[in-house]
């Protein structure tokens, strides 16, 4: 039994080691710097400044007086949302920020841990310049990253750090606040519609059949071997005998009868099957005459 009191107190010495050091208090922190104390009211009032003190490590973000009402004229509930985009969940002091690889990350804040942010609403945006300066900005796309950290206000590492930076950081569209932080959106201009009317009329045209022939072409195209020069019906084949006169080359069976055709038929006219008839005709009676005689 003798023992138990000395065992007590090695357990209370532990618990005093075990409890957290980040024992701090926001309000007194910052009620030592009358710059701030529009900020330290803010996080007063929409009782930031609690759950600020019940965490271990924290980075808050403050902004002057004069800068301080681009949040104080903000709604209640969103003002709320802004102040704790202020507060990243970590300890960053200068040296830490500067080490950063690449110079450039995304922190995670109290908004992003309150369940209310949307996107990428809830981090922040830091990088750190090529000409040193480091700069905050959300990490919504196409937020402006324009507040500058511009020194180190109070730290206790590596539980409290409090840096102070020259802007208000508003994610855009934050609770519906026209001050988004950001700059107004781009009214992109609306090429206009191509004319419904012309559109169809351009398609009509596409699906049109190419042109083809008329009619009146195709006829012309079949009469055209008509129009020709050729032999004339009447006129005498150009070789070989024709069907109805006597044959150019060759004996006959009447030998005299051949060679008296020959000396009339010059004198009847070339080339007209009536003639070559009538000549036939002719020579055909004279035949039966000289038979007869």
Do not use: C
């Not at 606040?177 to 012309?198: E, I, L, M, R, V």
Request: hydrophobic share 40%; no cysteine.
């Amino acid at each position: 039994m003798a023992s138990r009191p000395p065992a007590i107190a090695l357990l209370l010495v532990l618990a005093g080691f075990a409890s957290p050091a980040a024992a701090f208090n926001i309000t007194r922190l910052l009620g030592e710097f009358s710059d701030f104390s529009t900020f330290n009211s803010l996080l007063s009032q929409t009782k930031l400044a609690e759950e600020i003190n019940r965490r271990q490590t924290i980075t808050v973000l403050a902004v002057d007086n004069g800068a301080a009402g681009g949040i104080s004229s903000l709604p209640s509930d969103v003002q709320r949302k802004v102040l704790s985009m202020h507060l990243v969940l970590d300890y960053y002091d200068t040296a830490k920020l500067g080490a950063i690889k690449n110079h450039t990350t995304l922190l995670t804040t109290m908004f992003q841990s309150s369940g209310k942010a949307t996107d990428r609403m809830g981090f922040l945006n830091f990088t750190k310049r090529s000409d040193g300066v480091m700069v905050f900005g959300s990490a919504q796309p196409g937020a402006p990253k324009n507040s500058q950290m511009v020194k180190s206000v109070a730290s206790r590492p590596y539980n409290i750090s409090v840096l102070q930076v020259s802007a208000p950081i508003v994610p855009p569209g934050v609770g519906g606040s026209a001050d988004s932080g950001a700059p107004p959106p781009h009214n992109k201009a609306t090429a206009p519609a191509p004319s419904t009317k012309g559109k169809k009329k351009g398609a009509k045209d596409a699906e049109a059949p190419a042109p083809g022939p008329s009619s009146d072409d195709d006829d012309t195209g079949a009469d055209a071997p008509a129009d020709a020069p050729g032999p004339a019906a009447d006129g005498p084949p150009a070789d070989g005998p024709t069907a109805d006169g006597p044959a150019a080359d060759g004996p006959t069976a009447d030998g005299p009868l051949r060679h008296w055709s020959s000396d009339h038929a010059a004198d009847a006219p070339e080339g007209s099957a009536a003639g070559r008839v009538a000549v036939g005709a002719g020579l055909g009676i004279v035949a039966l005459l000289m038979t007869i005689i």
